[in-house]
């Protein structure tokens, strides 16, 4: 069935420009000084955006802002995962997806790399294991 | 099953990565700072199953939907994998005898170290008989059951304050656990139902730290129940600029403004609906265009009616402090010839209106 079946139509669309709380330009300056905690002591941060009163304009004006980076990393895994880097390197928009594809969660992450790109070493231990056994065919 | 979870979780094909990816959510759900995630992650991951017996008392079984019927099986169902749940009436294979040998046999193994559920209300009228399992009235059963557990999770409103059986005028004599167990830690998860993502949140905690998460006035783990509806609300703009949707179908519904005045108890209401939301995040009941009913408070049944407003603030910003005096007998509107009126309205539990100030 089409949505179109049912007779109902938005009246409350909002102007462009409304929505901005202001919330989001302090952002800014909060990332600058975590950028320089990273590159002066090498320790990684993060913002959990979804525990800051945001709007959906605001977080637009900030992904605006932020703009886009060289890499854009997928992970799959209990629904999608995207870590993309900013055009400000070491600064990585994080958005959780769950398997319905709605976000469960939206960090900016300061690092080098993100956490949850590196391998942990217990699964590299796996992989190891693997690729032994895979050598043990031949 | 024994052994740290992370092999448990291996086992059923969770990867390590949806394990911290599900932690960092948990974490900020938790209103935990961003790297706590990873630090959760490493000791959920280390942690032994602790044994889990959930005892229903007199409920619905709606706390029970609300946490098997959530909407992300592998969000929520992952917490479940994370426990042994020993004993539980609804979702158990076992019957009669069985049953009660399993809850037994879980004391007994694993006696000091359970953690015990409760939801539902204990009637403590006619020595509770107005509620009994096994041959045993409900009160019994709670009493023995605890002597053993290491923390008390009260599940829903009856659990937590005596909820619906115990709403006016109680019948049965319904009491809440904390009424009955002096002696434990216990924690409050209120509302009817609870939100499922708070119980995994608190288990989280508990598999995580070894003990209950810090609790409020009430009971409740503050990081769910630490703000108000209204705080977090996103209609709170439209309650700040004193738009108000008069009636349900004027144009102030229409463009989702505060529903203040048709009866939302969102200004006394402490939970996390507006932040967590309902059926995996697809609304919750102000984005569906009624008034938060304050489920999540003691005897809300009770409360003055869902339709009825809390109060008319003389100005929205301080509505706040208004709210919190607004059904005591203080007041900024009061006048001398209200009192009566209040203390009336007081004494029924209703909460005062502005028909009541200004008749």
Redesign the interface.
């Known amino acids: 069935m089409s949505l179109d079946a049912i007779p109902i139509h938005v ?2 669309t909002l102007p462009a420009g409304s929505g901005l709380t202001g919330n989001a330009p302090p952002l800014l300056r909060e990332l600058a000084e975590q950028v320089k905690r990273l590159l002066a002591t090498g320790e ?5 955006l ?2 800051l ?1 945001l ?1 959906p304009a605001d977080l637009e004006w900030l992904h605006d802002k932020l703009g886009t980076g060289e890499i854009a990393i997928t ?1 799959q ?3 999608e ?1 995207t870590l993309n880097e900013t055009a400000c390197p070491g600064v990585w928009w994080v958005t ?1 997806h ?3 594809g ?4 939206q ?1 900016i ?1 300061v690092a080098f790399v993100p ?2 790109v590196k391998a ?1 070493p ?2 590299v231990e796996i992989g190891w294991e693997h690729l032994e056994l895979l050598i043990s065919d031949l | 099953m024994q052994g740290p979870l992370i092999d448990t979780l291996v086992r059923q094909g969770v990867s390590r990565r949806t394990f911290l990816k599900y932690c960092a959510t948990l974490a900020s759900m938790m209103a935990l700072p961003p790297t706590a995630g990873r630090a959760m992650a490493e000791a959920m991951a280390a942690a032994r199953r602790p044994s889990v017996i959930w005892l229903p008392f007199q409920e619905c079984t709606g706390c029970t939907e609300s946490i098997t019927r959530s909407h992300s099986p592998t969000i929520e169902g992952m917490i479940f994998d994370m426990i042994s749940l020993d004993y539980q009436e609804t979702l158990m294979a076992a019957a009669g005898f069985q049953a009660e040998e399993a809850l037994h046999s879980a004391m007994k193994d694993n006696y000091g170290k359970y953690v015990l559920i409760v939801d539902g209300s204990i009637p403590l009228g006619l020595d509770g008989a107005y509620s009994c399992i096994a041959g045993k009235s409900n009160l019994d059963t709670l009493k023995e059951v605890a002597q053993g557990a290491a923390a008390i999770v009260a599940m829903g409103s009856c659990a937590s304050f005596g909820g619906i059986p115990k709403a006016n005028p109680n019948p049965t004599g319904a009491v809440s656990v904390s009424d009955v167990i002096k002696d434990k830690p216990i924690v409050n998860i209120p509302g009817c139902p609870p939100i499922p993502v708070v119980m995994t949140g608190v288990l989280a905690h508990y598999l995580t730290f070894g003990k209950l998460p810090e609790l409020d006035d009430k009971g409740r783990p503050k990081a769910f129940f630490g703000e108000t509806i209204h705080d977090r609300c996103y209609r709170r703009p439209f309650y700040d600029q004193g738009k108000f949707a008069k009636t349900f179908d004027d144009e102030g519904a229409r463009n989702g403004w505060c529903l203040f005045e048709l009866g939302c108890k969102g200004p006394v209401t402490h939970n996390a609906c507006a932040t967590t939301k309902w059926n995996g995040g697809t609304s919750w009941p102000v984005q569906s265009g009624h008034g938060c009913l304050g489920c999540s408070e003691p005897d809300f049944w009770d409360a003055g009616g869902f339709y009825k407003a809390l109060s008319m603030p003389a100005n929205p910003l301080k509505y706040a402090a208004v709210a919190a005096v607004a059904g005591a007998a203080v007041g900024v509107a009061a006048s001398f010839a209200n009192r009566a009126k209040k203390s009336a309205a007081k004494a029924a539990h209703e909460t005062t209106t502005l028909a009541d100030l200004e008749k």
Do not use: C, M, R, Y
Not at chain 1, 44 to 48: E, T
Not at chain 1, 102 to 105: F, P
């Open positions: 009246v409350n990684p941060s993060a913002i959990d979804s525990a009163p709007t992970l895994a209990n629904g995962s959780h769950n398997e319905q709605a976000v469960n969660s960090f992450e956490e949850l942990h217990k699964d």
